[in-house]
């Protein structure tokens, strides 16, 4: 990236993508809220196409991070920050205090970061444009403030506890280990 503009449009077109691929998973969170409450298992099929979405948003991340880190640092945090930390939390969490198999985890985690993560995306830029606007900021003032990187971290935190939250719901919806 030659210059900070170059950085914002591909940092945000990553973050559109991510959305999208956000929203994908919320349907597939949908489907298993549904099965469960209607035939009570979960199928196959869709553990594993949410895993594949899953690898898709962490490829993307994984670029975003890869490709700003030298140039646009702050970028680069908040994929870390909203993507990374929430998805490693929510496994930890899950593995740690409920015995799901593996790709019970994977689902369950990328399943529980979706809804969150558009929720916190929001946040995020809600805060920033709130505060900034409320107080009439310049974007010099507000960086200079670190409007950004508080609103980049009250929105990670909503995701990180959302996820958390709505991953120890969805673990309901698989048998533990121990009764398999």
Do not use: C
């Not at 991070?65 to 998805?87: G, R």
Request: net charge neutral; aromatic share 10%.
């Amino acid at each position: 990236m030659s210059n900070g503009l170059g950085a914002g449009f591909f940092g945000l077109t990553l973050l559109a993508i991510l959305l999208g691929l956000a929203a994908v998973l919320t349907l597939a969170l949908v489907g298993v809220v549904e099965f469960r409450r209607r035939i009570g298992t979960v199928p196959q099929l869709l553990k594993y196409v949410s895993i594949a979405v899953l690898g898709g948003v962490l490829v993307v991340a994984g670029f975003g991070v890869l490709a700003m880190y030298d140039e646009a640092v702050l970028l680069a945090v908040l994929f870390l920050v909203i993507v990374f930390v929430p998805l490693t939390v929510v496994g930890i969490y899950l593995h740690q205090t409920i015995e799901l198999t593996r790709v019970d985890v994977l689902v369950t985690a990328g399943l529980a970061w979706s809804l969150p993560f558009v929720i916190g995306v929001g946040v995020t830029f809600g805060l920033t444009i709130g505060v900034s606007s409320t107080f009439d900021l310049a974007p010099a003032e507000s960086q200079r403030l670190g409007v950004v990187w508080i609103a980049m971290f009250v929105g990670g935190a909503v995701i990180v506890i959302g996820s958390v939250l709505l991953g120890k719901y969805l673990s309901q919806s698989f048998p533990s280990s121990r009764s398999v």
